[in-house]
Every structure is written in structure tokens, then in C-alpha cells.
């Protein structure tokens, strides 16, 4: 296995990163792989936590999964400030240690994109150094990628952090040309590989608890052997 973990980051907030991040959990498992899952920092409620906590079927407590829980929808440096504290990183380190030697494998989900701020003077990008785990970039699928996609892989390209691919996620119906044609785009510019397009799926709702057809439509479109292998 080349990686104990992976750091899942996305090109904006709702590119679908909490949908892919479960799916491939739900896979592993699927394959027999002890899989843990990591919501580090949630912003505005803990679904996302929940929801891959029951894909990866782990019954780590939810303080585990996700140990810092702001109450705000808003970035984590601003909901921490309304609530006159910071986000404590030793609470992040503490909880991820304990994840690591509970599991096999652990699957870090971020919030938002990668320069989102944690804190003002850090980003998603330096927890994701923090943790020294590789990133897996999920992106939308849809027109307008290229360019949003191309600049996360820039950030991280200047941070000289590995970015071992780019899961294209399928948010909702619309021109599949986008889909079809953008991936090989930002390969051939960037250098960085697809791993797929998850096509859309209209009974996933991550904040009903309901997977949906995730986890096939993951294992039949997304190469996991580049993700965790």
C-alpha cells in the first residue's frame, strides 16, 4: 500500500468532496480494507462527519471523526472567532494519531478548498502538510473547471505538495461535454492525472444520510488503485 492516508481537498466548497470522500470509503470496506475517516474542522453542523462515519461503517466516537465543530457555515478562522477561541491544532493532531492506529488506512476530508483558512496564518493546505499526507483534489465536473481545477493545482504545485490525482464529481445535470473533454484539459496542462468522472446521482443527499448509488458508481468510475494503492 503506498499511502496510509489521503487528504481530500476540492477546487471550491460543494464540489462534492464529503460524496467522494465516503464513497471510496464505502469501497474499501467493500474490498475488506480497515478504512477510518477524518473530518478534522466542520463548519455549521456535522453531517459531512456522520456521513463518513456510516459509509466507512466505523464506530469511532464522532469527537474522534471530527474533533473540531464550529457552529457557523462560514470559514473555520471566522466561526472560530465568533465563538472567541481558535481552532486548536493539537485537538487535530490528538485525533488523527489515535485514527492512525486504529485503522489500516484513514481518509481526510478538508473543508472547503485548499487555501480556506483554519486560522489566519493557516490554511487547509498547511494542515494537509501538517498531516503529511499526499492530496486527492475533487472537482466539478461541469463547465468553469478547468479554471478552478488548474488553480488549486497551482497552490499545491507552489506548496510542493503531491497531489496524486483529480476525482471529477458530477454535481448535477448539465452539458456533458464539460465532463467529457475538461479532465483530459487539466491533465495535459497540469500533469496531474484523472482518476474519473462520478457520474450524477440524484437520490445522494449527504445531509439526509442517504448514499445513494455512491459507492457503485464509484468503484465502476474511479480508479481507487491511484487513490490508496
Known sequence: MGFRGVF???????AGKTAVT????????????????????????TADARFLAKAA??????????PVRLAAPLSPNVAAEL???QVPLEAIDDAYNRLTRLHDVVLVEGVGGLLVPIRDDFLVADLARRLDLPLLVVARAALGTINHTLLTLEA???????VIGVVYNTTGPGDPRAARTSPDVISRLSGVRSLGIVPHDPGLDVDAGNPGCLPDLI?????LDGVVF
Open 8 to 14: 481530500v481537498t476540492a477546487t471550491d466548497t460543494g
Open 22 to 45: 465516503a464513497g471510496i470509503a464505502a469501497v474499501l470496506r467493500r474490498r475488506g480494507v480497515d478504512v477510518g475517516v477524518f473530518k478534522p474542522v466542520s463548519s455549521g453542523g
Open 57 to 66: 461503517g466505523v464506530a469511532d466516537a464522532l469527537e474522534l471523526v471530527n
Open 83 to 85: 465563538e472567541g477561541r
Open 156 to 162: 499545491a504545485h507552489r506548496r510542493n505538495q503531491q
Open 219 to 223: 468503484e465502476q468510475h474511479v480508479d
